[in-house]
């Protein structure tokens, strides 16, 4: 069975780094066919890509606010870390991880999905 | 604006079929998934590499891809398919969502 659950800060303050672990089950970052991705979504509005892990370590981010974006995994603890820096209002989301499996014809596919943590930045 | 675009609203009857188109010049060479997002839940995978639809999602929901162009057909709409719904591609070693579509089934 796989799971994912989102942990981190309700609240930031602007300027502040948001952290945000994604703890995961049912699946290993050892296993090539698997991924994981950080992906937002601001009240009201639509989803937004944000950062991949892929099994071999190779990290992708979004273009737009790749300067501000760091993600790294940890296979011991079956957990992938989140960093977000410089948080704005604008920011405040709902963050969601989720796993990126590959499928047989080698395309990435986010077949599961954690709850979500809302964070909300203010002063 | 997005690099993916979807109407924003589709509205259908019961028992009717819902289609909500997604358009990008990346959709040319990149596989289509889609999500469905019910309020207050996380997205659910409904279709993926255009067509195939993941165990456990009913046969109503079926998918297409021509040219820059992927649809989402639902067929027999029941009312709780009302949702928003995103369909998703990879632009190289990064990832476009459309806007989403709410689908209202009245």
């Known amino acids: 069975q796989v799971t994912l659950k989102e942990s981190g800060p309700v609240l930031v303050k602007p300027t502040e780094t948001l952290t945000l672990t994604c703890t995961f089950s049912g699946f290993s970052l050892n296993d090539l066919r698997m991924g994981v991705s950080w992906i937002r979504q601001p009240p009201g509005k639509a989803l937004e890509w944000l950062a991949h892990i892929f099994s071999n370590g190779e990290r992708s981010y979004s273009t737009s606010l790749k300067s501000r974006l760091t993600i790294s995994g940890d296979t011991s603890k079956s957990q992938v870390v989140f960093a977000m820096a410089n948080m704005d209002p604008v920011d405040t989301a709902t963050y969601y991880c989720?796993?990126?499996?590959?499928?047989?014809?080698?395309?990435?596919?986010?077949?599961?999905w954690g709850q979500g943590t809302l964070v909300t930045v203010s002063s | 604006s997005y690099e993916l675009t979807q109407p924003p609203s589709v509205s259908v009857s019961p028992g009717q079929t819902a289609s909500i188109a997604c358009s990008g010049d990346?959709?040319?060479?990149?596989?289509v998934c889609w999500f469905q997002q019910r309020p207050g839940q996380s997205p659910v995978l409904v279709i993926y590499?255009?067509?195939w639809r993941p165990s456990g999602v009913p046969e109503r929901f079926s998918g297409s891809k021509s040219g820059n162009t992927a649809t989402l057909t639902i067929s027999e709409t029941q009312t709780l398919d009302e949702a928003d719904y995103y369909c998703q591609a990879w632009d190289s070693s990064t990832v476009l969502f459309g806007g989403g579509t709410k689908l209202t089934v009245l």
């Open positions: 990346k959709l040319r060479n990149e596989n």
């Open positions: 590499q255009n067509h």
């Open positions: 989720a796993r990126g499996g590959v499928t047989e014809e080698m395309t990435t596919i986010f077949d599961f």
